[in-house]
């Protein structure tokens, strides 16, 4: 095959790529978006990029997920500078995401076409590198990752230590000088994940580099093959270890997995990397949010087939051994295993997640790339000349249906609503799911469906704090402020370490009034989270209200069309006009600072509540959604808007 030829089919395929998830790109923030992304204020300024590299705080507003990820934050930053929004859209996140995917697909054709050299240099590896390139992009498991915004954390690692590998692969200049572990120590400033560049390379050498008949020889021999390997590895495995150290020692004291009690976390992960398989081979039973839970004894019959699961993989690793055709496909399975190892030694708070395959399918795709090439390609060539028609046939079916399968997975992950309704129903027993399924159903105002689902959730995990906190919220907005403070407080009294909750129950309190106690809960959660939005809003709102004169004296604002005026300002005087009761003057001074700042979210919110006070229900729906659209993630915005839509259907 020609160069020029090899290229044009990569770019037909990175077409058809892009085409398949043309309807991803609008898709909203999901999940840890929240407090990474959209409320991370971190991101805003592109001055801050220094900072990300010496304090694992940039990385989240929870303190509980302040992990050392510098690489990813940067990323992030500029995404938002290259927007030119004034708080995060998905658009230009989900655009670099996608990027960095048709980046790392082009990648893994050379990953893929060098491993099938080594069993056979035949000139069909190259067509059986192009279709597992396109098998690999239009993988409808792989669209978990690239849908999920902060799942880059996955995508940009793995396209860091693919190029690590391909760079060890086609440069001797980069194998003598460790050049190819420049990418990899990139890797580990995206995700931790990427130490397992040393161990994968290890069995590379043992398969590949080492003479054929070492592997089969007798005991002693095996060994010294062993000893070698590992000789060969003793410098990167210090470069690499030295760099993850390091990393450690630069996450947050306060970051926490979150997980189980690790024996029975680490039983559970052979049916976990069943399950993984399985979606491998038919990706029909993904969800954003699973109901897996820990087994509860040895004897559980997950535990006796997950074994069996990894006793069979092995008896194929095994057999793979023997011939150098079918030595790929023992070190895919090494790939796949030792990819997963770091998610199942140490317990997370879920016991699996469908996102984590990103890094482990690749390996698989190497095993089934020398498989189909083995099978297909017999040393006669007489059976692909017998089944050529059928075959290209049937690979081009197969591709398809992937095709569909990721443009519906990008469907399901277009909106909070889709998402995590299809999460309540494939894991019912999942009490987060059916909790952000509430959480998109009262931002539509359907209060009493989403009190339901945190009944729900609250019947399934009684300790989940975050269940009372949107019961709390819901009973705000539905008239109930005393039942409200109830559930804020027994949220709280379950976890203390929650800012986004001290945000909403101090946001009910400063429609209260409650100015004093609002501003204690503002200090307490910005304590927690110095840099989270809501937060930051309330107590600005706190201190001008405290600077606001009494409803007898009402403010000397000047009127919103004074010169020289700033957005802020106009917004101030606006707020003034709101707490004074004059809610014409709100809305008209508001006005005036959206002439200024066209996708001021805030201004939208002060001109929904006051149309709400106004009783012009229609124009508060209108400037919510308006307003939704600069910031989904606006919680003092969904709250108007939700009260609004409530009080128009009463």
């Known amino acids: ?11 037909i395929i990175c077409s058809i790529t892009l085409a398949v ?6 898709n909203a923030f999901h999940f840890d978006d929240s407090h990474t992304i959209s409320n991370n204020l971190s991101i805003r300024e592109i001055k801050n990029i220094p900072v990300f590299f010496t304090d694992a705080s940039a990385m989240s507003t929870l303190p509980a997920n302040q992990s050392y990820r510098p690489l990813l934050v940067t990323t992030l930053a500029v995404d938002f500078y290259l927007s030119g929004q004034t708080s995060p859209t998905p658009f230009m996140f989900h655009v670099s995401s996608f990027l960095f995917f048709l980046l790392l697909g082009v990648l893994c054709y050379y990953l893929f076409r060098y491993l099938l050299q080594q069993g056979s240099e035949v000139t069909e590896n190259r067509y059986i590198a192009l279709f597992t390139t396109a098998w690999f992009l239009l993988h409808a498991a792989n669209a978990e990752t690239v849908n999920y915004i902060i799942a880059r954390s996955d995508l940009l690692s793995v396209l860091l230590m693919v190029a690590g590998f391909v760079i060890y692969f086609y440069s001797a200049f980069s194998r003598r000088y460790y050049l190819y572990l420049l990418p990899v120590l990139a890797g580990l400033l995206t995700k931790e994940h990427t130490i397992m560049f040393v161990p994968i390379l290890f069995f590379y050498h043992l398969l590949f580099q080492q003479p054929q008949e070492s592997l089969s020889g007798n005991r002693s021999q095996f060994i010294k093959t062993i ?3 590992v000789k060969v590895m003793v410098v990167p495995f ?4 030295a760099m993850f150290l390091f990393v450690r020692s630069m996450t947050a004291k306060t970051w926490t997995p979150g997980g189980y009690d690790r024996w029975h976390y680490i039983l559970t992960q052979p049916a976990v990397l069943f399950h993984y398989f399985y979606n491998f081979l038919l990706p029909a039973n993904l969800v954003a949010d699973t109901d897996w839970t820990v087994v509860s004894s040895i004897t559980d019959d997950r535990v006796f087939a997950g074994l069996l699961f990894i006793a069979a993989l092995v008896a194929v690793f095994v057999w793979a051994l023997r ?9 895919g399975i090494a790939w796949f295993l030792l990819s997963l190892a770091p998610t199942s030694l140490m317990p997370f708070a879920e016991v699996l997640n469908d996102h984590r395959t990103f890094f482990a399918y690749i390996g698989l795709f190497i095993a089934a790339a020398t498989l189909l090439r083995n099978f297909l390609f017999t040393p006669d060539d007489a059976r692909f000349a017998r089944l050529k028609w059928p075959v290209i046939a049937a690979g081009v079916l197969f591709l398809t249906a992937h095709a569909f399968a990721t443009r ?5 992950w277009s909106t909070e609503k889709l998402l995590w309704k299809e999460a309540t129903v494939k894991a019912p027993g999942n009490g987060r799911a059916w909790m952000n399924y509430g959480v998109a159903l009262m931002a539509e105002g359907n209060f009493a469906e989403a009190e339901r689902c945190f009944i729900k959730t609250t019947e399934l995990w009684p300790t989940y704090s975050y269940a009372y906190t949107n019961l709390g919220v819901s009973k705000q907005y539905t008239g109930n402020p005393v039942v409200a403070e109830e559930y804020f407080k027994k949220s709280l009294a379950l976890n203390a370490a929650a800012p986004v909750t001290y945000s909403l129950y101090g946001n009910m309190l400063l429609k209260q009034g409650r100015l004093d106690e609002a501003a204690i809960l503002a200090d307490k959660g910005l304590q927690l989270s110095p840099s989270l939005e809501p937060l930051l809003q309330l107590r600005s709102a706190i201190r001008e209200k405290k ?9 000397a604002a000047k009127p919103a069309s004074t010169p020289g005026a700033d957005a802020a300002g106009l917004l101030n005087q606006s707020l003034a006009y709101y707490n004074t009761g004059d809610f014409n003057k709100c809305i008209e001074t508001a006005e005036a600072a959206l002439k200024i700042k066209p996708d001021y979210d805030l201004a939208y919110n002060n001109i929904c509540a006051a149309w709400n006070r106004l009783q012009q229900y229609d124009k508060a729906i209108a400037a919510g959604e308006k307003g939704l659209v600069y910031n989904p993630d606006n919680q003092l915005l969904k709250g108007n808007l939700a009260e609004a839509r409530r009080l128009k259907g009463r």
Do not use: D, G, W
Request: glycine share 0%; charged share 15%.
């Open 547 to 555: 600077q606001q004169p009494t409803p007898t004296q009402p403010a």
């Open 323 to 331: 011939q150098q055709r079918t030595r790929a496909v023992a070190f």
């Open 238 to 241: 210090v470069i690499t270890m």
């Open 408 to 412: 519906q997975r990008n469907a399901i």
């Open 1 to 11: 095959m020609k160069r020029s030829t090899e290229v044009f089919i990569l770019l």
């Open 21 to 26: 998830y043309a309807n991803h790109f609008h």
């Open 227 to 229: 000893f070698s390997s």
